[in-house]
């Protein structure tokens, strides 16, 4: 028995090693600053990605700009402000379902409310804030558990000095859960940065150099997708997937690094 | 002349009445202890001094209770003024993740100074009343939270100190620490007791005498006696005190 | 005084409405998808548009259930390989693992989340379909091929939350077994599995919302002809890839007619969400986003 155990966990090992080493090997050799600086000729068959990337920065700072308040405010509400009533369960079940909706349903919606209802027509701006829809609820959730693993201590500290409820929350409360807060913050938005379906017709899939957030564009998973279901260029598609793959590695990576020093720092260790 | 004076004070959590009929009053400028077992309700009376109970559902209170001659739970009353005036000191350590220098200055900060020469200055004597100064001189930018229990305790006290209380609570301060750090402790509130009124919780029957002015005894939620400490232990009068200072139970 | 009052007053208020935010656009949302879909209901008809076998928008053909079926039966062809892996793969991370190999299972099952279903459709196209194909014949696109990849794609999922699940159950009950001399496996079997069981099944339930959500990583690979598969080596079509593949040029009651399957796709879903609720597994799953 212990062998069948043993064997479940390092199939899933050799799993991520083999899609993420064979992206990498593929895609590597087709990476070099001019695929990464360069806008793309011939619908992407040759040239670079930089529009791409350009608009994979744009979505998901509009995503984050938008998401993280108020995922961070409705955490804030529930684990400081709100009893456990009717209204909060409506909330966290909310939360659940905006959690559970399809990343294509979310797509249609972009279209029909966003991009035609408000008249927004394609543009990043519109694809942000569809994907900023789909990453509240993981910042929502990740928040309000590291806001309430907060002691009471430290609350009941900062009132006894006189400090207002509000006060206390965000001199005290916020900055001790800043960790957890960002991790959840940062789950979101690589939810968002990898998302294709929801934005494909959002952004209007343009291959120009987006000047403002209310051009379209075209983020990298979006072109990645296009690039291998037509048949464009295997080879520039490897490239999109390993800078992909990558930028999902290194935001882990450094996320993780930033959070244990502040960490570090704050427990003065 | 007396500080706080508090008048037929009931509590109750729901249902449970943990308070009953408590009279008290506490002069200014000394050092009051609380004794009494573990559940008396010792800490739920000094906690409805500064009104850190009025965050817990459920909390119900009647009679009165004075400070300085005002009625503390008149709705005209705001418990930020009154928190400014009435600190405290739990029983955990808890300084708050930040770094020393800023445990200190974050009272007067909610309370809007500004002036940063004069944060400097009430942090750093705020510090030396705590008999911290020393210790912590050269690191005051670094985290609270690697401090040893001892100095966390002070810290808070240092920090309480700094927002200018005329009272402050103490809710079994040492409870938590070896016995050096606690008479460290002791011998601050000795000095602290010049400026402030001080009322303390305390299991420790000792402490009581070697700190305190006036002792109260808590029992089942009521003040069976309250006297000079001298007298409450060496003449007790009533049954009760003397069984539980000679320890007879609790 | 009173100007702290005010702006407790207004933070409250001001966080209240963040809070409800999801609610309101939850109402949203489903009021634009209805809006959009309803249509197809009335001119189709609700039973002919579920239960009816034609897809052919140039026809004015909109029966969805082969779709039905194909995302039912890739959800299922999936979660027969993923449920027993992640499974045998959480009770090897909560209770059997040493602690250095847990520390390199933990960030690969983040990162295996992490990974954009793109990334993955692609890898699935360029490896698996060829694999498939010389392997087992047929083109290689197929609902097997969207299984597989479905089935690495759900595994964080089921087994961060089954995880969470067995680690959860109280150490007494671990301690107990073993000071009655049973053996390891013997407690795992009879004492922590059954006691993780509700929490096991909301992990699969939840595996199986993000399979029948899946949209390009399955379009990718499973050939998305409307049919009944009659073997795995058939392609199908998924509810999801519909919507994918034609939105981009349908007008009319082709448009409706895409929506109406957001609406199906957006009902399996919400059942499933409930079914996950009964089993009232309170733990959030903390990788990959939220419940489902
Ligand atoms: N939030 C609350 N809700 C309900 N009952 C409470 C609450 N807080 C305290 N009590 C009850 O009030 C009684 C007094 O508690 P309190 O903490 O004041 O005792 P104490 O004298 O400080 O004891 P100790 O010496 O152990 O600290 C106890 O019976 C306790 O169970
Ligand atoms: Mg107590």
């Known amino acids: 028995m212990q062998t069948v155990f043993w064997a479940s966990g390092i199939i899933t090992v050799i799993i991520l090693l083999v899609i993420i080493g064979y992206i990498l090997i593929k895609g590597l050799p087709a990476i070099n600053l001019e695929f990464l600086l360069a806008e793309p000729i011939d619908s992407g068959e040759s040239g670079g990605i930089a529009p791409m990337i350009v608009s994979s920065i744009y979505v998901t700072l509009v995503a984050g700009i938008v998401a993280a308040p108020l995922g961070v405010g409705a955490a804030v509400y529930l684990a400081e402000y709100a009893g456990e009533n009717k209204v909060v369960k409506l909330i966290r079940f909310g939360a659940e379902t905006l959690a559970s909706i399809p990343s294509i349903v979310f797509g249609l919606f972009g279209l029909s409310f966003f991009v035609i209802f408000l008249g927004m027509g394609w543009s990043l ?31 009941e500290g900062s009132l006894a000095l006189g400090a207002t409820k509000w006060e206390t929350i965000y001199r005290v409360v916020l900055p001790a859960a800043i960790p957890g807060i960002t991790t959840g913050v940062i789950l979101g938005l690589a939810r968002a940065i990898s998302e294709a379906a929801a934005i494909m017709f959002v952004v209007g899939s343009a291959l120009s150099m987006p000047i403002s957030i209310f051009d379209p564009g075209r983020p990298l998973p979006l072109h990645l997708y296009v690039l291998a279901t037509e048949g464009i260029s295997m080879e520039n598609a490897f490239g999109t997937a390993a800078v992909m793959v990558i930028l999902i590695l290194i935001i882990t990576v450094v996320t993780n690094t930033l959070v244990e020093r502040y960490q570090k720092k704050m427990m003065g260790r | ?15 449970a009445h943990i308070l009953k009929d408590i009279n008290i009053k506490i002069p200014k400028n000394t050092v009051t202890a609380l004794i009494g077992p573990s559940g008396c309700g010792k800490s739920t009376f000094i906690r409805t001094l500064n009104r850190m109970n009025d965050v817990i559902s459920g909390f119900k209170h009647t009679g009165m209770i004075y400070l300085d001659g ?55 004597e705020s510090l030396k009343s705590a008999a911290l ?17 001892g100095q966390q305790q002070r810290l808070c006290i240092a920090r309480t100190i700094a927002i200018e209380p005329e009272v402050i609570l103490m809710d079994e301060p040492c409870s938590a620490l070896d016995p050096i750090s606690t008479t460290k402790i002791e011998d601050l509130i000795h000095k602290l007791k010049d400026d402030f009124t001080i009322i303390i919780v305390t299991h420790n029957m000792q402490q009581a005498t070697r700190v305190s002015k006036y002792t109260s005894f808590f029992l089942h939620g009521e003040i069976v006696e309250s006297n000079l400490t001298e007298r409450l232990f060496l003449e007790p009068e009533d049954k009760r005190t003397e069984d539980y200072i000679t320890g007879r139970f609790g | ?95 059997i693992a040493p602690k250095t190999f847990r520390k390199i299972l933990k960030p690969t099952i983040e990162t295996l989340a992490g990974i954009p279903s793109v990334v993955y459709g692609f890898f699935g196209l360029i490896v698996l379909v060829p694999l498939v194909r010389v392997q ?157």
């Open chain 1, 125 to 155: 701006f519109a694809g942000g804030l569809v994907l900023a829809l789909m990453a509240l609820p993981t910042i929502f959730q990740v928040a309000e558990v590291s806001i309430e693993a907060v002691p009471r201590s430290y609350r």
């Open chain 2, 1 to 15: 002349m007396n500080r706080i004076e508090v008048e037929d004070l009931n509590v109750c959590f729901d249902d």
């Open chain 2, 70 to 124: 005002e009625d503390i739970y008149d709705p005209k009353i705001d418990v930020v003024d009154l928190r400014k005036k009435v600190g405290m000191v739990f029983q955990k350590p808890n300084p708050f993740p930040k770094s020393i220098f800023d445990n200190v200055a974050y009272g007067m900060k909610v309370h809007g100074i500004s002036d940063k020469d004069v944060i400097q200055e009430r942090v750093e």
């Open chain 2, 133 to 149: 100064w020393d210790e912590v001189k050269d690191k005051l930018d670094k985290s609270a939270m690697g401090l040893s229990g």
């Open chain 3, 1 to 95: 005084m009173s100007s702290n009052k005010l702006e407790e007053y207004l933070v409250e208020k001001g966080l209240f409405l963040t809070a409800i935010f999801s609610i309101i656009i939850i109402l949203i949302i489903i009021a634009f998808i209805f809006r959009e879909g309803f249509p197809i209901f009335q001119e189709y008809g609700v039973l002919n548009f579920i239960f009816g076998m034609n897809w052919a928008p140039s026809d004015e053909q909109y029966g969805v259930f082969t779709m039905i079926v194909g995302s039912l039966c890739i959800t299922g062809l999936s979660l027969l390989m993923a449920v027993p892996l992640s499974i045998l793969c959480a009770i090897f991370m909560a209770e």
């Open chain 3, 136 to 292: 087992f014949g047929g083109t290689g696109f197929s609902m097997l091929t969207a299984s597989i990849i479905l089935t690495i794609m759900i595994l964080p999922t089921i087994i961060s939350v089954s995880e969470d699940a067995l680690r959860s159950v109280p150490h007494e009950y671990k301690e107990a077994s073993l000071a009655l001399g049973a053996t390891q496996w013997q407690t795992i079997k009879n004492v922590i599995f059954p006691a993780a069981i509700p929490g096991v099944i909301t992990a699969i339930i939840l595996g199986m919302g993000r399979a029948v959500g899946e949209t390009l990583a399955v379009i990718m690979v499973a050939g998305n002809v409307t049919q009944i598969p009659n073997s795995i080596l058939d392609p199908v079509r998924a509810l999801t890839s519909n919507i994918a593949l034609e939105m981009g040029y349908a007008t009319g009651v082709h448009y409706n007619a895409l929506f109406g399957t957001a609406i199906v796709l957006f009902i399996m879903i919400m059942v499933l969400l409930v079914i996950a609720n009964y089993f009232h597994y309170k733990k959030k799953v903390v990788i990959g986003g939220g419940y489902l």
